[in-house]
Each structure stands twice: as structure tokens, then as C-alpha cells.
């Protein structure tokens, strides 16, 4: 069964540091997405991408964030100048996209620690 | 904004026993809701959905209800197992965002 991948599982990083978070959407899939966690709290929606642009972001997606697809597969997101409360759990999903399918597929996670 | 959440942020249930994890919603507008299922370490898996024509709608060992009236719905997982264990969230699509509620925490006891 086709899954969403991401990379690194765990992530550690200095205060101030850029991190590039990776994910590897399901093929065939149209619209890709990046959500947060921080520990013991709710998903938290960052930013919706489709056809090679941002269709929606939320308040937390500041200038610090960006997000860019560079070929095919990938699906990363960028943030510039990490902060301490940048801490948390970052997932990537990816939806079909047609008509009757609003299901999006959640990869596993990446766990960013900044220190 | 939107406002989606759940009644009780965790639930134990006897193995066998059924389970019922409700979610409040403010958007009466909304007409599409998901439940999903994190366990420990694991991104959110989907489980159900439901849309606002519907009342009711049944999968393997899982029912959503969705009372629009009071802007409320549960899922029910029948003959709780073990491997039910996890936090398990509505979501409410919005555009092409997705508002998570907070999560109720199932734990299933042996």
C-alpha cells in the first residue's frame, strides 16, 4: 500500500539554525500538506501546497516557513531561523485530490528538537 | 475561526466493551468530518468520515453519528481491542485546511 515517507525521523537542532524538513508525498497524489504537534497538543494545520504553490497557510506559517516541491517526489519544508518553541512533532500528508476522495494520508513524522 | 473538540480528553474502556468519543463542532456550515486515530510515535490514520447528509455511516467495528443540530458526532468502536489504544481526533475540513480537535485519549483495558 502506497505511504507518505518523511526524513529524518528525529531531528536535532542549535537555536537560530535552518532545518529542511522532507517528505515524500504518495504519487499520485495532488495536494500536499505540512501540520505541526507540539507535545500533548492538537495538529496544528501549517500550510496546504497544490500545483506548485501555496493555496492555504495559517498564522503559524510565518516568513520563517517556506515550503517548495523541487522535483517529482519531494515535498519539503524549510524553516530559516529555528526557535526553541519550534519544538515539535512536523507531519507531511498528501491528498488525491479528485472529487469524493478528502482523505489525506499522514506520514510518520519528523521530531524536531531545538535546543 | 473554526473550533472543533472533543468532550473528555481521555477514556478507558474493558476489552470487549464499546467505546463512544464524541466532538463538538462550531461551523454549522461544515459538511465533511473525518476521524482519525494517532498512536503513540505515528502520524494520524484515517478512520471514517462522514458528510452532512448523512446521519449516520458504518465501517468494520467503527459508527460515525453526526447531529447537525446540535453540531455534534461520535464514533463508536464496537468490541473495543487492545490495538484500539491510541488519541483519536475529529477533523473538520475548511477550504484546503483541516482543524484538528484536541484529542480524546482511548485506553483499552485487558
Known amino acids: 500500500e502506497p505511504e507518505v515517507t518523511q526524513t529524518p525521523s528525529h531531528q536535532v537542532t542549535q537555536m537560530g539554525q535552518e532545518v529542511i524538513l522532507r517528505c515524500v508525498p504518495i504519487s499520485n497524489h495532488l495536494y500536499f500538506y505540512w501540520y505541526r504537534q507540539i507535545l500533548g497538543q492538537k495538529v496544528e494545520f501549517l500550510v496546504s501546497f497544490y500545483n506548485n504553490e501555496i493555496s492555504e497557510k495559517s498564522e503559524i506559517f510565518d516568513d520563517q516557513f517556506s515550503v517548495e516541491r523541487p522535483d517529482g517526489s519531494n515535498f519539503t519544508l524549510k524553516i530559516r531561523s529555528t526557535k526553541l518553541e519550534d519544538s515539535a512533532m512536523y507531519f507531511c500528508a498528501s491528498r488525491l485530490g479528485l472529487a469524493g476522495y478528502n482523505e489525506q494520508f499522514f506520514g510518520p513524522g519528523t521530531r524536531l528538537t531545538v535546543l | 475561526g473554526e473550533s472543533v473538540g472533543l468532550h473528555l480528553p481521555t477514556l478507558s474502556v474493558q476489552e470487549g466493551d464499546n467505546s463512544i468519543i464524541n466532538c463538538a463542532y462550531s461551523?454549522?456550515?461544515?459538511?465533511?468530518f473525518i476521524w482519525y486515530k494517532q498512536e503513540s510515535g505515528k502520524g494520524p490514520q484515517f478512520i471514517i468520515d462522514?458528510?452532512?447528509?448523512?446521519d449516520k455511516r458504518q465501517g468494520q467495528r467503527v459508527t460515525v453519528l453526526l447531529n447537525k443540530t446540535v453540531k455534534h458526532l461520535s464514533l463508536q468502536i464496537a468490541a473495543t481491542q487492545p490495538g484500539d489504544s491510541a488519541v483519536y481526533f475529529c477533523?473538520?475540513?475548511?477550504?484546503?485546511?483541516?482543524?484538528f480537535g484536541t484529542g480524546t485519549s482511548l485506553t483499552v483495558i485487558p
Open positions: 477533523a473538520e475540513p475548511t477550504g484546503n485546511q483541516f482543524y
Open positions: 461551523n454549522s456550515a461544515s459538511d465533511y
Open positions: 462522514i458528510r452532512s447528509n448523512m
